[in-house]
């Protein structure tokens, strides 16, 4: 599998400013996407970060809120913007498939970002 | 609504002993699901993953999938301390790449 790395790892951000998450893959992938937990919870999926086109976010998620973007096959930017406290949570990244590669259909996921909200 | 549902535990088992998760899911076309381990403070992991009707085995882990119940397990034989986290169990349906997650199960292995 892939080697999936997240900057930063964790951040205390105050309210009402912006972070910006970085995913890196060392292979090209076909697919990434961007998954939040919420403390105590499960996964939920924020968006596919589409290479080259505006992402695909799903409900309950919008692009002024959660800007991503994904210039190229092996990196992504996810940004949280206007935060606050209920943003609190972790956010991860996670691929699928080598480009080029046989599709297949499992998905791994980076070390994820700590992020909190003052 | 699909929905992925687990028992949210903990689920307490002693050293040595069989572990079995399980896993409902409402969306009958689903056709690949995957168990991933997640340790506190840390980020999933994918252990197994299962796509046809009946057992797959991987070491000491076996996944268990029986499409007419909707219904997927995980067994862990001879459970380890080290076996204590938080399981989750993925499917993804139509779509072949967007997975849901279960609340996921809390395991505890008693040494």
């Known amino acids: 599998s892939a080697v999936i790395s997240q900057k930063p790892s964790r951040d205390i951000c105050q309210r009402g400013t912006s972070l910006t998450i970085q995913c890196q893959v060392d292979?090209?992938?076909?697919?990434m996407f961007w998954y939040r937990q919420q403390p105590g919870q499960s996964l939920t999926l924020i968006a596919t970060?589409?290479?080259?086109?505006?992402?695909?976010?799903e409900s309950g998620f919008v692009i002024d809120k959660f800007p991503i973007s994904r210039p190229n096959l092996t990196f992504s930017t996810l940004t949280v913007s206007n935060m606050s406290p209920e943003d609190s949570s972790i956010y991860l990244c996670?691929?699928?498939?080598?480009?080029?590669?046989?599709?297949?259909?499992?998905?791994?996921f980076g070390p994820g970002t700590r992020l909190t909200v003052l | 609504q699909k929905e992925v549902e687990q028992n949210s535990g903990p689920l307490s088992v002693p050293e040595g002993a069989i572990a079995s998760l399980n896993c409902t899911y409402s969306?009958?076309?689903?056709?690949?699901f995957f168990w991933y381990r997640q340790y506190s403070g840390k980020s999933p992991e994918l252990i197994m993953f299962?796509?046809?009707?009946g057992d797959k085995e991987d070491g000491r882990f076996t996944a268990q999938l029986n499409k007419a119940s909707q219904y997927v397990s995980l067994l862990i034989r001879d459970s380890q301390p080290s076996d204590s986290a938080t399981y989750l169990c993925a499917v993804n349906g139509d779509s072949s790449y967007k997975l849901i997650f279960g609340s996921g199960t809390r395991l505890l292995v008693r040494p």
């Open positions: 970060a589409n290479q080259g086109s505006e992402a695909t976010y």
């Open positions: 292979s090209q992938v076909t697919m």
């Open positions: 969306d009958r076309g689903s056709q690949s």
């Open positions: 299962i796509y046809s009707n």
């Open positions: 996670s691929v699928q498939g080598l480009a080029g590669g046989p599709p297949y259909n499992e998905q791994f």
